[in-house]
């Protein structure tokens, strides 16, 4: 489907090329999350870069974007908890490897934490959430995942950045004083 352009300059149609897309929507920012939980002795992990939080303070919710295509998603869909740890600074490999195709190798030598509700957190995050599913929205491709975060924990890390279909870290901007 095209779309409609809009009189504003450098903005135009880009007809149904997906590539065009994605490459435009790299130039967004943002930091990469994994969604985790141990179900029947087996650990799942769902790396995602469409991570938010602040959607809602009360409930406290945080929304994740997933492929309809994932595996993982059917595996970890109906856990009871889910660990989600946001990757810190030093961590891309990490990420790497815990998206990988081969889903069973994502672990090893991983050092990681599971709670007593199977949520499974990475060590050295810069934050860790376990959630439990509030709600599933159809999103086209995607499905719009709504999660309530129930425990919280703040890591020393600073996170990860993935802007460019590559992994950044955060550098301190000229200091701007704000009066
Ligand atoms: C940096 C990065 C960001 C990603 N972001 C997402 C995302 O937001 N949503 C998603 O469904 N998959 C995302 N993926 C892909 C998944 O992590 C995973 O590779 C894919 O779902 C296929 O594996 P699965 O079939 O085991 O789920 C991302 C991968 C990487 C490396």
Redesign the pocket.
Same mark, same amino acid.
């Not at 769902?46 to 991570?51: G, K, N, R, W």
């Not at 994740?64 to 492929?67: E, F, I, L, S, T």
């Not at 295509?69 to 998603?73: A, G, V």
């Given at each position: 489907m095209t779309q409609d352009v809009l009189t504003r300059p450098k903005v135009r149609a880009f007809g149904d090329d997906p590539m065009t897309v994605r490459s435009a929507f790299a130039q967004f920012p943002s930091g990469?999350a994994v969604l985790a939980a141990e179900i029947c002795k087996e650990k799942h992990a769902?790396?995602? &870069? +469409?991570?938010m939080v602040g959607v809602s303070l009360e409930p406290c919710l945080v929304a994740?974007?997933?492929?309809k &295509? +994932?595996?993982?998603?059917e595996l970890i869909k109906d856990a009871n908890r889910l660990g989600v740890s946001i990757f810190g600074k030093g961590q891309g490999d990490l990420?790497?490897k815990l998206?990988s195709k081969d889903?069973a190798a994502r672990f090893e030598q991983v050092a990681i934490e599971v709670d007593r509700e199977g949520a499974v957190f990475i060590e050295d995050a810069a934050l860790w959430l376990e959630c439990s599913i509030h709600k599933v929205s159809d999103a086209g491709d995607?499905w719009m995942v709504l999660l309530e975060v129930g425990k919280l924990g703040v890591g020393e890390n600073e996170p990860l950045i993935?802007h460019g279909a590559k992994f950044r870290e955060l550098v301190s901007a000229q200091s701007f004083d704000v009066k």
């Open positions: 990469v769902l790396v995602a &870069s +469409s991570f994740v974007a997933v492929q &295509s +994932s595996e993982t998603w990420t790497r998206a889903r995607h993935w």
